[in-house]
């Protein structure tokens, strides 16, 4: 079990583990930009949930409009089998697991937070739909390391989820380039603030890594 310390953060419909050795400026940008970078996708798309591949198709080119460097470059259609109990986030976690085994724990025990009522009223929203007996999902895992180190994962499906579909699983990695400054920083910050958006960046607090080896 990692000894590193970690804390949860609710940034619109993505969830991010934090590094608390990762600097206040970096993660104040990183933490807007997301945001910023979602409702940005929401406005040129009208929804995540209709057409999720175009909406992170803008989603990703947001995130490069504010300085961040695309590195990795992932997208995957996992097929999911009749009688399936996995749920939509575990391919986010694999994910995230097979990039970063030292956050297993971590990551068991964010989604166990996520899992409490209080925290899915908060960001229902920006994760579901509901139309003709049909939930669409859209959820993100992502983590952020010091340095501006960015590592996201998200999935969009349907649930009850159709026989022989699957999940839409989509991933990027970015490092924030050094020609950001502290003007754009501030800039992103204030228009957040201006529109009322900031209210959406939201921290869960330090997580308490499991034991990896608690059985499920």
Aim: aromatic share 6%; hydrophobic share 35%.
């Amino acid at each position: 079990m990692s000894k590193e310390a970690y804390s949860l953060w609710l940034v619109g419909g993505t969830a991010l583990l934090v590094d608390d050795d990762t600097a206040q400026p970096a993660l104040q940008y990183a933490l807007d930009s997301v945001l910023f970078a979602q409702l940005r996708a929401d406005k040129l798309n009208g929804s995540r949930f209709a057409r999720y591949r175009l909406w992170y198709s803008d989603y990703r080119k947001a995130l490069q409009e504010r300085g961040w460097i695309i590195t990795l470059s992932h997208s995957d259609h996992l097929r999911m089998h009749d009688g399936t109990t996995r749920a939509p986030a575990d391919g986010p976690i694999d994910y995230l697991q097979s990039r970063h085994p030292n956050l297993t724990g971590h990551l068991k025990a964010a989604i166990n937070t996520l899992s409490h009522d209080e925290v899915q009223q908060y960001v229902r929203p920006f994760t579901q739909a509901t139309q003709d007996n049909t939930t669409q999902v859209v959820q993100e895992l992502g983590v952020l390391l010091p340095g501006a180190v960015l590592d996201l994962c998200g999935v969009a499906c349907k649930t009850p989820l159709p026989s022989g579909d699957g999940i839409d699983l989509r991933a990027s990695g970015a490092t924030l380039g050094d020609f950001v400054t502290e003007a754009n920083r501030k800039d992103l910050h204030d228009l957040l603030e201006r529109k009322q958006r900031a209210v959406h960046i939201r921290n869960l607090g330090l997580l308490t890594p499991e034991n990896d080896h608690a059985s499920t």
